[in-house]
């Protein structure tokens, strides 16, 4: 490895509930399919937070958590030839698919049975080098050398899928759960023509002016019942009981959609919250094309994120910053400070 080093720092889940140790570990090398890419900035996702506290179940260990990778191709399998050394990479959640089961002919490769999640069952970005197959990398513009911008490859995209999911026709749109996805979505949102109202944790006033600020019509508590009607809503954020709450909000024939991997259980509630044709849906991963689409949109209605960075050492500090909701918007590592 000409020009490279042999070791790297990572930071390491060595056991689910502890936190993660900063580690010297030889840097990996890729296969023919693979490419090796130096990071420059790796998002922080609730995702993380929930591999690590056990809520999501057997993960790869010792795991090198992140999924939402900046980098730059350092070194290419002998396979490759979609990229080269020094191209802008970026690496989400989805790190393969089989392309060979029911569900991947169908196009639903997010649903994959053979797949392989970046940052959970395989190695991801909180390090200074990771590894990524060729196929599940995609080229990104100039623009993504900054590196406020990696919370867009996961927090942007499942946001936008779950965006995806809603009628065309629907205007006033609920979201429940106002961090990175949501104001990311919001600004795309809000340039097409859609209002927003933002639920946030009761009496969280700085997450409701922070919805304003980025474009949001009405901000209030989760509890709060809102102005109006609302044709659909997406909850982002991992409490159960936000869905008998968003279907109450929600008008006739409205969708709610589940935006998150995982969800406190869900309380029973009575048939008439769902009654009169409101759909009740969760989105799970996201396929190539949506992260294609996505930044297609992006392209249109260019967005801005709210970013709190933190060194690859300080990961830690960061996942306790966005469990306990002390900082608003997004969560980037950066590698090289
Ligand atoms: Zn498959
Ligand atoms: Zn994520």
Redesign the pocket.
Known sequence: MIGLPETMHAMVLERQGQPLVYKELPVPLPSSAQVLIEVIACGV?R?DLHIIDAELPHPKLPLIPG??IIGRVVMTGTGITRFKNDDLVGVA?LAYACGQCKYCLQGHENLCSNTGFTGYTVDGGYAEYTLAHEAFCFPLSREFYNPAKAPLL??GI?GYRSYSMLPVAAWRIGIYGFGAAAHILTQIAVAQGKEIYAFTRAGDTDAQQFALRVGATWAGNSSDVPPQKLDAAIIFAPAGELIPKALADTDKAGVVVCGGIHMSPIPSFPYNLLWEERVLRSVANVTRQDIKSFLDAITQVPVTTDVTFFSLKQANEALTALKNGTVYGAIVLLMNS
């Open positions: 996702c995702t999924h939402e959640w996961c927090a499942i």
